[in-house]
């Protein structure tokens, strides 16, 4: 007889294992499946930098920057033993950068900082830091892994199942498990349910680890990212590959030049590692988020929906309890925790979610476009 459970959580990246993480705080029986294993796609590659966002306010950098503090508690109480308060310095690449940061951005910071001087931070070249950066003295970063594993600890697990979920009798089926609900967390990667509204896209990226002796007490973000050093490990990310940019060897190489021109001590590293992975991203980079619709029914009962009909309505048909969360981008560890609350309030207690992260707001514009089309 197949085991069945209330919901099976469908990828077990960041995504997938906070939203399984919080349904079994509420009670839920909760099934974690992968097609490989904990953090086989970009979770396992993450630098893991918690990061907040510099913009010019608005919703996105809220969003981001409630995702980021809400982040910080979290892992510090879930898994201490997996996150580094090490402190972040966000220091402007270039004159542009400096006129953005400087005039644009720091008005609307809405988390704690301070600016620092090059002589504040000596390990850092002279020259990178002629301008000055951003301090943030409460940030972090987390060791993937050892917080993937904290968080499952309690869960039930199953890995090497490359799940084709079928719905049949009211359930849904994936090899010899069933469920009434299930999410789809999988990611950049092909959504195993046809949502035809929702197109996911992916920026590929690396990083890598290499051992120095380097005295790096804090991480560094220029164009790009230096862990401080810990216990002789310094991580240094991320590649961002669009098109073609070369073999891997030669971007990894080209990140440990500019590594080392932020800070000349790291000239003794060695590579220990280099991991990949496919960032996944929506058109609108905000979270994507909710309950996936019944497009074929949708289509029917809502026809062309007049801008008055909002995400999360709730003439909205949904689709066999089938719910999804994936488009983190860079920032898979800042949203993870707070996304996957939001997500399980939504699946136990029919939360409304906020119409810019509720994956209606794809539905409802697939169904304006095709009414303008038709
Ligand atoms: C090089 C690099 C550096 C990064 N640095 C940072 C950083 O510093 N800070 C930060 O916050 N974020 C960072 N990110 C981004 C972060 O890694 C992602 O946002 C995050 O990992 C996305 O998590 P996810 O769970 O949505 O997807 P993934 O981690 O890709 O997980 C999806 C999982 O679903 C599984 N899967 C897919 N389809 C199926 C199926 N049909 N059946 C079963 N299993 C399936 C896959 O095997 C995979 O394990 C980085 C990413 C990269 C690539």
């Not at 972090?140 to 009798?169: H, N, Q, S």
Request: positive net charge; proline residues 5%.
């Amino acid at each position: 007889m197949s085991k069945r459970y209330d919901t099976i959580v469908i990828g077990a990246g960041i995504a997938g294992v906070s939203t399984a993480f919080w349904l079994q705080k509420a009670k839920e029986s909760v099934l974690l499946i992968d097609r490989k294993g904990l953090l086989s796609g970009a979770s396992g590659a993450a630098g893991a930098f918690l990061s907040p966002r510099l913009g010019k306010g608005g919703a996105l950098q809220k969003i981001t920057n409630d995702a980021y503090r809400f982040a910080l508690d979290f892992y510090k109480k879930e898994a201490p033993e997996g996150f580094f308060q090490k402190g972040l310095a966000r220091i402007p690449k270039n004159e542009e950068d400096v006129e953005k940061f400087f005039s644009l951005y720091e008005p609307h910071i809405d988390v704690r900082y301070r600016r620092c001087e090059s002589g504040d931070l000596p390990f850092i070249d002279k020259n990178a830091m002629r301008y000055g950066a951003f301090c943030f003295d409460h940030s972090a970063f987390v060791d993937p892994m050892t917080v993937a594993k904290k968080l499952t600890e309690r869960l039930d697990t199953a890995w090497g199942i490359d799940a084709k979920p079928v719905f049949k009798d009211s359930l849904w089926h994936i090899g010899g498990y069933k469920s009434s609900k299930i999410v789809l967390a999988t990611g950049a990667q092909q959504l195993p349910v046809t949502i035809p509204y929702i197109k996911i896209g992916g920026v590929w990226g690396e990083r890598v680890d290499v051992r120095s002796e380097a005295d790096i007490p804090m991480t560094l973000h220029r164009q790009i990212s230096v862990s401080a050093n810990v216990g002789g490990i310094v991580r240094i990310g991320a590649t961002h590959v669009r098109e073609d940019e070369g073999s891997e060897i030669e971007r990894v190489n080209r990140l440990i030049v500019d590594a080392i021109e932020l800070v000349p001590s790291l000239a003794d590293q060695r590579i220990v590692r280099i991991l990949a992975g496919h960032r996944s991203s929506v058109s609108d980079h905000f979270p994507l988020i909710g309950a996936v619709a019944d497009y074929d029914l949708a289509k029917k009962l809502l026809k062309s929906p007049s801008k008055s009909v909002k995400p999360e309505n709730s003439s909205i048909p949904s689709l066999n309890g089938c719910y999804i969360i994936t488009g983190f981008g860079g920032r898979g560890f800042v949203f993870g925790p707070m996304m996957g609350k939001i997500l399980a309030e939504k699946i136990t207690e029919s939360a409304i979610l906020s119409p810019e992260i509720s994956a209606d707001r794809y539905l409802l514009r697939a169904l304006r476009k095709n009414g303008q089309m038709r």
